[in-house]
Every structure is written in C-alpha cells, then in structure tokens.
C-alpha cells in the first residue's frame, strides 16, 4: 500500500501563487504515475495534471502555462507549482497515484492510490 499526504493548500488573491505538495510513504516505487485532481462543490472531480514515471508531464488546458507538476523521487514527493490563480481554480486538491497506460491518466477510477485533499481558495 502507499499513502499520499498532500500539503501546502490555502487562502490566496487572484494572481498570487501556492505550492503542494504530495508525500508518498509505504510501498512506493519509481514506477508509479503522480497525478494532482481538483474537486469543486457541486462539480465533479476533474484531472489537473500528471508525472508519469518517465518523467512526461501532461496537463488540462485551463492550466497550460500557469501550473507546473514536478516529483522528487529521493524524498518521494510530488509538487503542483500553481501560478496566476483565478478564482475558477477554488477547490480541494487531490493527489493520486496509479500505473495506469498513458491513455488512462486523465481517468480518476484507473488511479490506486489518493490522498485527504488539501483545500486551495483563490479570492477575486
């Protein structure tokens, strides 16, 4: 089993920056994809990003250029550099972990692995 504990949520303006983060612990292993999902009240879980275990890193277009996912696999930890925060991106912020195929990664059911969620807030 692996445990994802994410961090770093908040209370932000419009245009401020934050930065989560997800540390695995357990039976973690290089070979597992990181993705970061968001959930807004109302709405359905929706894909924001992900680090295969390659090293790719594919992201939803309302994030293109402003939010960046990276992983430091020493300290098995996963990071969403968030920039430019709109309003829109209020929401509690996942991490998952999954070995999903590269057609999968967007799908929430294909992931094994989640965390509590950390709540990010951006005021206009």
């Known amino acids: 089993q692996v445990q994802l504990v994410e961090s770093g949520g908040g209370l932000v303006q419009a245009g401020d920056s934050l930065r989560l983060s997800c540390k695995a612990s357990?039976?973690?292993?290089?070979?597992?994809?990181m993705g970061w999902f968001r959930q807004a009240p109302g709405k359905e879980r929706e894909f924001v990003a992900v680090?295969?275990?390659?090293?790719?890193?594919y992201y939803t277009d309302s994030v293109k250029g402003r939010f960046t996912i990276s992983r430091d696999d020493a300290e098995n930890t996963v990071y969403l550099q968030m920039n430019s925060l709109k309003p829109e991106d209020t929401a509690v912020y996942y991490c998952?972990?999954?070995?999903?195929?590269?057609?999968?990664?967007?799908?929430?059911?294909?992931?094994?692995?989640w965390g509590q969620g950390t709540q990010v807030t951006v005021s206009s």
């Open positions: 998952a972990g999954g070995r999903q195929s590269i057609g999968y990664y967007k799908r929430a059911t294909t992931y094994d692995y």
């Open positions: 357990g039976r973690t292993d290089n070979s597992i994809n």
């Open positions: 680090i295969r275990w390659t090293g790719n890193t």
